[in-house]
């Protein structure tokens, strides 16, 4: 098997994972998830962005092989987050004289990871590094989406290392560029990917890609996922609309059921808003889908309608942290339902209303509380008109 390149003597050294469970211990991966690296082979060998550490073995013979016995100068480091930083301790010692490259905010949590680096090149934003051949130019992104994130320029091959952005979940099935895969397939891992990790800070990712704008993009090499040459304006798009948090129109109905009578409201709110003409209806049970899915529909449809049973003065457990991720990452413009259901004391559709009240959310219809099982047919009405009226109203 040949080597992949990117173009000639810049390549692709990345690893697949598909054993680790949960990304970051707490979204799911059925997919698994790549951590992409990328080697430059010039009168210096740079290295962009290493592995997570449970892969520097396969890692460090990918790179291997390609150098022979040639050794690494520079570690490009565009971010810290130990997936992408995991495996630097074991290429300083691999490469003792390696020089690890990296910004003035770099260093303090590379060093609280994996202590004392000796041997580092601090760069500015807009600085460059010539190798040869090769030369690179840094960008500061701050917020993209730590403080200290940044991304790499190759200016002669017109290469944008891109760090977090425009990357996604799923492990790379033999197909490591757009135009060798379905890019549909990887969608909705890639919105997964943004609505959980990068959407709380959408107006930064906005400005950062304003900011290079001005340059000129052949190819598009993220930290995970594909790496896009040939629908770059794809791409862009689908980042512009979920920074600009652009909404499809339809509905996420998302409950929280211990004996299925709220589930039962559900369905009912469901029916309402497919009548009202909204043909894009995602139903979800907060006890059995793990969130960063539901946040990922949130993201992309305009209508959310929670509902939740009371559970001793509160609300269904298992909706605590969707709601504090509603409030943390903010979606924007989105129109607001609220249901549940109570047996003798209440509480659910009551916390709903207090962390709507925090989170400024655009509530468009009464809230709906039923004592019991959806079987009068008062109640029956209400729960249905309150999806038939968010229908109308993102319509």
Known sequence: MSHIQLSENIFYV???????????????????VS????????????????????????YLQKVKLILDDRKV?????????????????AIIREYPEV??????????????????????LIVADGETLNIGQHTFQFFMVPMVHWPESMVTYEQSTKIVFSNDAFGGFGALNGGIFDDETDIRFYEDDMRRYYANIVGKVAGPTLKAIQKLGGLEIKMIAPSHGLVWRSNLQWVLDKYIQWSSHQSEEGIVIVYGSMYGNTARMAD???RGAAESGIKNIRVYDVAKTEVSFIMSDIWKYKGVIIGACAHYGSMFPNMTLLVHELNEFKPKDKIYGIFGGMSWGGGGVKTLCKHAEEGGWQLAAESVEVKGAPIREEDIERLYDLGFKIGKEIQ
């Not at 962009?48 to 550490?53: L, N």
Request: charged share 25%.
């Open 35 to 58: 951590y992409n690296s990328y080697l430059i082979v010039d009168d210096k060998v740079v290295l962009i962005d290493p592995v997570e550490a449970g892969f520097f073995d396969e």
């Open 268 to 270: 009912i709110i469901a």
């Open 99 to 120: 020089q690890v490259v990296g910004n003035a905010k770099t260093f303090a949590p590379l060093e609280a990871f994996y202590g004392p680096i000796d041997n580092k």
């Open 14 to 32: 990345g690893v697949n994972d598909r054993r680790t469970e949960l990304f970051e211990n707490h979204m799911e991966l059925p997919n698994g």
């Open 73 to 89: 100068d520079y570690l490009i480091v565009n971010h810290a987050e130990p997936d992408h930083s995991g495996a630097i301790a």
